[in-house]
C-alpha cells in the first residue's frame, strides 16, 4: 500500500483505519505478507511497524522522518545513522529479531527498465528462478 499513512494515519482515522489495522495484525498468522510504502515514517499509525516482522528504510530528508526512523532502529537494537545520506541502491534493513543493518542492491526498487519484459522475457526468467539459474 503505497502512501500507506494516509490509509493509517498516526493521528486521525480514515475511513479504512480500522480495517487496516485488523488486517495487519491478522494477516501473519494466515500467511499473508502486506508491504505499506511511506516516505512519511512519522505520518504512520505506530501498529504498522509495530506488526512488521521485516522493516525496510531508504533515503530520508526531513528532519522529523529521520528522528522517526531512528527511534523505530532503536527500539531493534539499532540505529540508522545516515539514513539522510543513503545512495540510490541502498537502504537500510531489519529481520524480526535483528537491528538494522545496511545494504547494497543494484537492481532494486531504484532499477527502472526502458520497457516491459515481453511475454517470452517473463517465461523465461521464471523458468530460470524455478530450476535455479541466474
Same mark, same amino acid.
Given at each position: 500500500m503505497d502512501?500507506?499513512?494516509?490509509?493509517?494515519?498516526?493521528? *486521525? #482515522?480514515? $475511513?479504512?483505519?480500522? *480495517? #487496516?489495522? $485488523?488486517?495487519?495484525?491478522?494477516?501473519?498468522k494466515y500467511g499473508l505478507g502486506l508491504i505499506f510504502a511511506t516516505q512519511a515514517p512519522k505520518g504512520l499509525h505506530n501498529q504498522i511497524p509495530g506488526n512488521a516482522a521485516t522493516q525496510v528504510f531508504g533515503l530520508l530528508n526531513a528532519p522529523v522522518h529521520i528522528e522517526a526512523a531512528r527511534e523505530m532502529a532503536h527500539f531493534k537494537g539499532g540505529d540508522v545513522p545516515d539514513i539522510s545520506r543513503l545512495t540510490s541502491g541502498e537502504f537500510y534493513v531489519a529481520v524480526e529479531g535483528q537491528p538494522f543493518r545496511k545494504i547494497r542492491t543494484p537492481l532494486c526498487l531504484t532499477h527502472h527498465p526502458a520497457s516491459p519484459l515481453s511475454t517470452d522475457e517473463v517465461m523465461a526468467r521464471s523458468w530460470q528462478t524455478t530450476v535455479g539459474i541466474s
Open positions: 502512501e500507506a499513512q494516509t490509509l493509517t494515519p498516526s493521528g *486521525s #482515522t480514515t $475511513m479504512c483505519t480500522r *480495517s #487496516t489495522l $485488523m488486517l495487519v495484525s491478522q494477516a501473519r
